[in-house]
């Protein structure tokens, strides 16, 4: 017998689907009101996952790629941060909308939908994207430590004080959700004082600022600035927060069996998610504007004429040459302590290590998800946590004990190109699921949905193959060095190949020629059958707890 596109496949929602699967974590119950319209109450039982995904915004690798952006270009690639944020709102939306209507994560829907071998190639990419993160969370914290303790703690022991994000994860989870987001919630707080605070003493030019967010063009900009333009993408969109982002929906009580239920979550959740992102934009802006104000064409001089007058410990780290300053989160916070007081450092170092602390713990539910949904596999947390944060720290530690701060600081850039790098596996499976009326029913995306994430992708993955290719041939220093750019770079197209080809498949209707193709069947993989989308047309009851499963 023929195999068909759509097999028998169980309903699927939060008690059905991967084996051994289970809701172990208490929800947030939404409270019922009389009126149809705004509620307020509602929106704060919603409130908590759209925060928690925010915090990828305002990692210290975001901060660096901010303070970066304004030394190089000034205020010109403001436009591009927020363009960036709007579309990260646009694919964060997404996101929340699968968790949300089919119970399930988008690591548990990768899980179902596609082959073994591009699951577990996007599963490797995740991973990477994860722990990339996670050793810029280390590099910032320590840094700070650093910076805090006046030299007294080193670099390589500010590394290793990191493994207790570890202990304090676990230990703050044990309280419950939600004390575990106002937690979240106050490292935001912290985070816009600190640079807040920062942005008041500079006092930036708030006319050009304005200018920068609605001019989309950066003229006469140096070759630098197109380099970071693509790090200011690579820096806010992350590919594990969309994952992050549809398993931390799930901690809210919905009642699936409901179309009113489910408009009304995908309602709140936007309204949280936009009020979260324009929080961190803001403080993106604030530190994008702190240092175009102050270290914009300066040079190395320059500063160490600042540090020199101000008797600064740290001066001896800027060289005495006329070549414009390179300024990472060390060197920025020298730098405020020269021009505005050794308090400005402090109170930077501050905002930086709440950046590292807060999305060191994001960053461990992003991997619980990942790994679960992948893998099909519940490993105890702190495992987890540990293998995570031991692959991070080996390689950061190793740095940090061998070389100097200045090394351990550039490792930034490095980072968000490799995680930029990711992007398309995350962005390409949201698209492909959300897209698909047979998982989401009548909450399907719109034409405009599909065609805006459709031409971000595109673009994403041309800055990703631009990338590449400038990398290499500024960095070609051997033949094997090619071989090994050559081999992952088609093993890559092959795979956005493959989840493109798989995007498109998903949108056809049952009709379609192409979803019955013996190869499309064989070698792109069954789809969710239609018995899900007639449960999302009617309100027929499910099981809503294992026993009645």
Same mark, same amino acid.
């Given at each position: =017998?023929?195999?068909?596109?759509?097999?028998?496949?169980?309903?699927?929602?939060?008690?059905? &689907?991967?084996?051994?699967?289970?809701?172990?974590?208490?929800?947030?119950?939404?409270?019922?009101?009389?009126?149809?319209?705004?509620?307020?109450?509602?929106?704060?039982?919603?409130?908590?996952?759209?925060?928690?995904?925010?915090?990828? @915004?305002?990692?210290?690798?975001?901060?660096?790629?901010?303070?970066?952006?304004?030394?190089?270009?000034?205020?010109?690639?403001?436009?591009?941060?927020?363009?960036?944020?709007?579309?990260?709102?646009? =694919?964060?939306?997404?996101?929340?909308?699968?968790?949300?209507?089919?119970?399930?994560?988008?690591?548990? =829907?990768? @899980?179902?939908?596609?082959?073994?071998?591009?699951?577990?190639?996007?599963?490797? =990419?995740?991973?990477?994207?994860?722990?990339?993160?996670?050793? !810029?969370?280390?590099?910032?914290?320590?840094?700070?430590?650093?910076?805090?303790?006046?030299?007294?703690?080193?670099?390589?022991?500010?590394?290793?004080?990191?493994?207790?994000?570890?202990?304090?994860?676990?230990?703050?989870?044990?309280?419950?959700?939600?004390?575990?987001?106002?937690?979240?919630?106050?490292?935001?707080?912290?985070?816009?004082?600190?640079?807040?605070?920062?942005?008041?003493?500079?006092?930036?030019?708030?006319?050009?600022?304005?200018? &920068?967010?609605?001019?989309?063009?950066?003229?006469?900009?140096?070759?630098?600035? *197109?380099?970071?333009?693509?790090?200011?993408? &690579?820096?806010?969109?992350?590919?594990? #927060?969309? @994952?992050?982002?549809?398993?931390?929906? %799930?901690?809210?009580?919905?009642?699936?069996?409901?179309?009113?239920?489910?408009?009304?979550?995908?309602?709140?959740?936007?309204?949280?998610?936009?009020?979260?992102?324009?929080?961190?934009?803001?403080?993106?802006?604030?530190?994008?504007?702190?240092?175009?104000?102050?270290?914009?064409?300066?040079?190395?001089?320059?500063?160490?004429?600042?540090?020199?007058?101000?008797? #600064?410990?740290?001066?001896?780290?800027?060289?005495?040459?006329?070549?414009?300053?390179?300024?990472?989160?060390?060197?920025?916070?020298?730098?405020?302590?020269?021009?505005?007081?050794?308090?400005?450092?402090? +109170?930077?170092? $501050?905002?930086?290590?709440?950046?590292?602390?807060?999305?060191?713990?994001?960053?461990?539910?992003?991997?619980?998800?990942?790994?679960?949904?992948?893998?099909?596999?519940?490993?105890?947390?702190? %495992?987890?946590?540990?293998?995570?944060?031991?692959?991070?720290?080996?390689?950061?530690?190793?740095?940090?004990?061998?070389?100097?701060?200045? /090394?351990?600081?550039?490792?930034?850039?490095?980072?968000?190109?490799?995680?930029?790098?990711?992007?398309?596996?995350?962005?390409?499976?949201?698209?492909?699921?959300?897209?698909?009326?047979?998982?989401?029913? /009548?909450?399907?995306?719109?034409?405009?949905?599909? $065609?805006?994430?459709?031409?971000?992708?595109?673009?994403?993955?041309?800055?990703?193959?631009?990338?590449?290719?400038?990398?290499?041939?500024?960095?070609?220093?051997?033949?094997? @060095? *090619?071989?090994?750019?050559?081999?992952?770079?088609?093993?890559?197209?092959?795979?956005?190949?493959?989840?493109?080809?798989? *995007?498109?498949?998903?949108?056809?209707?049952?009709?379609?020629?192409?979803?019955?193709?013996?190869?499309?069947?064989?070698?792109?993989?069954? !789809? +969710?059958?239609?018995?899900?989308?007639?449960?999302?047309?009617?309100?027929?009851?499910?099981?809503?707890?294992?026993?009645?499963?």
């Amino acid at each position: =017998m023929k195999p068909t596109m759509d097999d028998s496949h169980p309903i699927p929602n939060e008690l059905t &689907g991967l084996s051994k699967k289970s809701e172990k974590e208490l929800k947030v119950q939404i409270p019922e009101s009389n009126s149809s319209g705004f509620s307020f109450q509602k929106l704060w039982a919603f409130t908590g996952p759209g925060f928690l995904m925010s915090i990828a @915004y305002l990692d210290p690798g975001n901060i660096e790629s901010d303070l970066q952006s304004g030394t190089t270009a000034r205020y010109k690639l403001l436009w591009v941060l927020m363009s960036a944020t709007i579309l990260g709102l646009v =694919m964060q939306r997404l996101s929340a909308r699968l968790g949300v209507v089919t119970g399930l994560h988008l690591a548990d =829907m990768c @899980y179902r939908q596609y082959r073994r071998v591009p699951r577990l190639f996007v599963w490797l =990419m995740m991973e990477v994207a994860i722990i990339g993160s996670d050793m !810029q969370e280390v590099i910032g914290t320590s840094i700070a430590i650093y910076l805090l303790s006046n030299k007294m703690i080193p670099l390589w022991v500010g590394v290793l004080i990191t493994v207790i994000d570890t202990l304090s994860f676990l230990m703050l989870d044990k309280y419950g959700l939600r004390k575990l987001e106002l937690v979240f919630g106050f490292f935001i707080v912290v985070m816009s004082i600190s640079f807040g605070y920062e942005f008041a003493v500079v006092k930036p030019e708030i006319k050009e600022m304005f200018q &920068g967010l609605v001019t989309p063009w950066c003229s006469d900009c140096k070759h630098s600035a *197109l380099l970071q333009a693509i790090g200011i993408v &690579g820096a806010i969109i992350m590919p594990h #927060n969309l @994952y992050l982002h549809s398993g931390l929906v %799930k901690s809210r009580e919905v009642d699936r069996t409901k179309k009113d239920k489910l408009r009304e979550a995908n309602f709140y959740f936007f309204i949280e998610s936009c009020v979260a992102l324009f929080v961190s934009f803001v403080i993106n802006v604030c530190v994008v504007s702190v240092f175009a104000h102050g270290l914009y064409d300066k040079t190395n001089k320059d500063v160490l004429e600042i540090c020199t007058n101000s008797n #600064n410990s740290y001066k001896d780290i800027f060289t005495n040459n006329t070549e414009l300053v390179e300024v990472d989160i060390f060197k920025g916070g020298v730098f405020l302590g020269c021009q505005f007081g050794i308090g400005a450092m402090y +109170i930077w170092a $501050i905002g930086i290590l709440a950046a590292g602390q807060s999305s060191t713990m994001t960053g461990c539910y992003a991997g619980q998800f990942v790994m679960e949904g992948f893998l099909n596999l519940q490993w105890s947390r702190w %495992k987890r946590v540990g293998f995570t944060r031991l692959v991070a720290i080996a390689p950061t530690f190793y740095v940090a004990f061998f070389s100097d701060i200045n /090394e351990l600081s550039g490792m930034n850039d490095l980072l968000n190109a490799v995680m930029s790098l990711q992007l398309p596996f995350a962005t390409l499976p949201v698209i492909a699921f959300t897209s698909n009326p047979r998982i989401m029913g /009548e909450f399907t995306n719109g034409f405009g949905n599909i $065609i805006t994430t459709i031409v971000l992708s595109v673009v994403i993955i041309s800055i990703n193959v631009f990338f590449v290719i400038y990398q290499t041939i500024n960095n070609l220093t051997s033949n094997w @060095y *090619l071989i090994g750019v050559i081999a992952y770079s088609t093993i890559y197209l092959l795979m956005c190949a493959y989840l493109t080809l798989h *995007l498109v498949i998903s949108m056809l209707s049952d009709s379609s020629r192409l979803r019955s193709n013996p190869f499309v069947i064989k070698f792109i993989g069954p !789809q +969710i059958g239609q018995n899900f989308s007639q449960h999302m047309q009617t309100n027929s009851t499910l099981p809503r707890n294992a026993e009645e499963l």
